[in-house]
T-cell receptor
Framework: EAGVVQSPRYKIIEKKQPVAFWCNPI?????LYWYLQNLGQGPELLIR????????DSQLPKDRFSAERLKGVDSTLKIQPAELGDSAVYLC?????????????FGPGTRLTVL | GESVGLHLPTLSVQEGDNSIINCAYS??????FIWYKQESGKGPQFIID?????DKRQGQRVTVLLNKTVKHLSLQIAATQPGDSAVYFC????????????FGSGTRLLVRP
């Protein structure tokens, strides 16, 4: 069974440019998460989707970050405009949803470098 | 790939020895705990989990111990192998945080051949 797929794996952009990351969760997983991971730290949740609904976006910097999961499957995370401090690894995870505990499975991440 | 956790606490063990990685969690209301392994350039990989109504759970070569009294979690790896070298994170999950996973600071495990 395929795991969580993310693309691109690496992205280098100049500050003030827009960037987008794509995630395809494990088939059948209703819950999708976007995390940010800074070097040397554990992942921090940005947003959680239950199907197509964003149920927790309290940690998402909404002035420049946006996310969507239009059909309740794939998701896109966008940053516009990017800042130097946005350089990090952006991880997508998915879980079955609908109960607890609900084990999350992570994709390989997209490493963003903002110059 | 780029390393995750260049400044993390490091545990160095000899191949074949047992490893113990410790984690202190923060929320006394947490009821579910997970250990993840993260290799360089990869996302966290699920290893083992435990609910708060248990104090020990065993998997293949791994054991997780939970001490709720002192809010401490440990991961024991038996007969550590070079492929076990990675950064290990514990994560906690609770109803009062809307079941959001809260990750601890990681520990880098280095296995000496």
């Amino acid at each position: 069974e395929a795991g969580v797929v993310q693309s691109p794996r690496y992205k280098i952009i100049e500050k003030k440019q827009p960037v987008a990351f794509w995630c395809n969760p494990i088939s059948g997983h209703n819950t999708l998460y976007w995390y940010l991971q800074n070097l040397g730290q554990g992942p921090e949740l940005l947003i959680r989707y239950e199907n197509e609904e964003a149920v927790d976006d309290s940690q998402l910097p909404k002035d420049r970050f946006s996310a969507e999961r239009l059909k309740g499957v794939d998701s896109t995370l966008k940053i516009q405009p990017a800042e130097l401090g946005d350089s990090a690894v952006y991880l997508c995870a998915s879980s079955l949803g609908g109960g607890t505990p609900d084990t999350q499975y992570f994709g390989p991440g997209t490493r963003l470098t903002v110059l | 790939g780029e390393s995750v956790g260049l400044h993390l606490p490091t545990l160095s063990v000899q191949e074949g020895d047992n490893s113990i990685i410790n984690c202190a969690y923060s929320n006394s209301a947490s009821d579910y705990f997970i250990w993840y392994k993260q290799e360089s350039g990869k996302g966290p990989q699920f290893i083992i989990d435990i609910r708060s109504n248990m104090d020990k759970r065993q998997g293949q070569r791994v054991t997780v111990l939970l001490n709720k009294t002192v809010k401490h979690l440990s991961l024991q790896i038996a007969a550590t192998q070079p492929g076990d070298s990675a950064v290990y994170f514990c994560a906690e999950n609770s109803m009062d945080s809307s079941y959001k996973l809260i990750f601890g600071s990681g520990t880098r495990l280095l296995v000496r051949p």
